[in-house]
């Protein structure tokens, strides 16, 4: 069982900046990949990026590429989404995710095997 908790969510102006974390806990090793999705109300779950949690190669969704970067660090288990020139098409609930054994450019929701609870991104316009 592996368990996920985001933070770092909250309101900012457009071209502003987040960081988003995600501690992860339980058995979580170098077998599962991790990815950020988001979703805004009423539509469908949307992929941002993931990332190899064995040999750290990350992947992006096309509208935040440039603008956002994931990174993890192995010692604290966590995984983090540095968010950067952010739009009002970013404010959405942003969730991590783990797949064992995936691929971190799998971007079906399906794809992946635990969830966390969501954080809020809020852009200003």
């Known amino acids: 069982q592996v368990q996920l908790v985001e933070s770092g969510g909250g309101l900012v102006q457009t071209g502003g900046s987040l960081r988003l974390s995600c501690a992860a806990s339980?058995?979580?090793?170098?077998?599962?990949?991790m990815a950020w999705f988001r979703q805004v109300s009423g539509k469908e779950r949307e992929f941002v990026a993931g990332?190899?949690?064995?040999?750290?190669?990350?992947y992006y969704a096309d509208s935040v590429k440039g603008r956002f970067t994931t990174s993890r660090d192995n010692a604290k288990n966590t995984v983090y989404l540095q968010m950067n020139s952010l739009k009002p098409d970013d404010t959405a609930v942003y969730y991590c995710?783990?797949?064992?054994?995936?691929?971190?450019?799998?971007?079906?929701?399906?794809?992946?095997?635990?969830w966390g609870q969501g954080t809020q991104v809020t852009v200003s316009a």
């Open positions: 990332i190899s949690w064995l040999d750290f190669t990350a």
């Open positions: 339980g058995r979580i090793d170098s077998s599962y990949t």
């Open positions: 995710a783990a797949a064992w054994h995936g691929r971190p450019t799998n971007k079906s929701p399906g794809g992946y095997n635990y």
